[in-house]
């Protein structure tokens, strides 16, 4: 089954600074890879998708993340962060065929401090 | 306005007491799903459905119906709920082609249940 690991519970980075939100996947074959993000008392609002294609993948407010087939990775990128962007981040995994299960890491909480 | 609506959104209730939350889109999308979110757990699916009359188990399906009969609603029933189930829970909704959704998911914005 296929699954997701964010590997740190809280992120913090000053203003101004890149900001980087790790996730790393395990999917049989080739994966559909989503990051959203999600403010208080509100639903996930999705930032950008790799399906296919171009390894970087641009998405909205500024984000970014890059394919890495080898590393399994899928990290979300901003190269500077704003005190807005501080909210919970899931990296989400589905695999290419079968079930249209989707699965969610446990989230990183990302602060950005003034 | 493209949205997932879900109600309530808060409720407190008691140990088997039967109890439905709604879900609602209005995107004519043919995928599904819910979801609980628990404090380092993320999201798990529990449920979800490509279309009218048809649904399958996620992730943590045990204590949970859910039933399709229109495109538009996917009503998550508890038919005899227990303390374990307190959590968030969130309603999704995406396009699907030829079976298959890689669309991005449109979430509500959860509803809270506390289980006493």
């Known amino acids: 089954a296929q699954s997701v690991a964010q590997p740190e519970d809280q992120v913090n980075v000053a203003e101004g600074n890149p900001l980087t939100v790790k996730c790393t996947y395990s999917?049989?074959?080739?994966?559909?890879l989503f990051w959203y993000v999600q403010y208080p008392n509100r639903g996930l609002q999705f930032l950008l998708k790799?399906?296919?294609?171009?390894?970087l993948v641009k998405g909205s407010y500024g984000f970014e993340a890059e394919f890495n087939k080898s590393q399994t990775s899928f990290h979300l990128k901003k190269p500077s962060a704003l005190v807005s962007d501080s909210a919970l981040y899931f990296c989400?995994?589905?695999?290419?065929?079968?079930?249209?299960?989707?699965?969610f890491g446990k989230g990183n909480q990302v602060v950005v401090i003034p | 306005e493209a949205q997932v609506t879900q109600n309530p959104r808060y409720l407190i209730t008691v140990t088997g007491k039967k109890l439905t939350v709604t879900c609602s889109q209005n995107?004519?999308?043919?995928?599904m799903s819910w979801y609980r979110q628990d404090p380092g757990l993320g999201l798990r699916q529990i449920y979800y459905?490509?279309?009218?009359?048809?649904?399958d188990k996620g992730d943590v399906p045990e204590g949970y119906k859910v039933s399709r009969k229109e495109k538009r609603n996917f009503p998550l029933i508890l038919e005899s709920p227990s303390p374990n189930q307190t959590s968030l829970y969130f309603c999704?909704?995406?396009?699907?082609?030829?079976?298959?959704?890689?669309?991005?998911?449109?979430f509500g914005d959860g509803t809270r249940l506390s289980i006493l």
């Open positions: 999704a909704s995406s396009s699907a082609i030829a079976g298959m959704s890689n669309q991005p998911q449109h």
């Open positions: 999917v049989s074959g080739n994966p559909y």
């Open positions: 790799y399906i296919t294609g171009d390894n």
């Open positions: 989400a995994v589905r695999a290419p065929y079968g079930n249209n299960r989707l699965a």
């Open positions: 995107m004519n999308h043919e995928y």
């Open positions: 459905s490509m279309n009218v009359e048809v649904t």
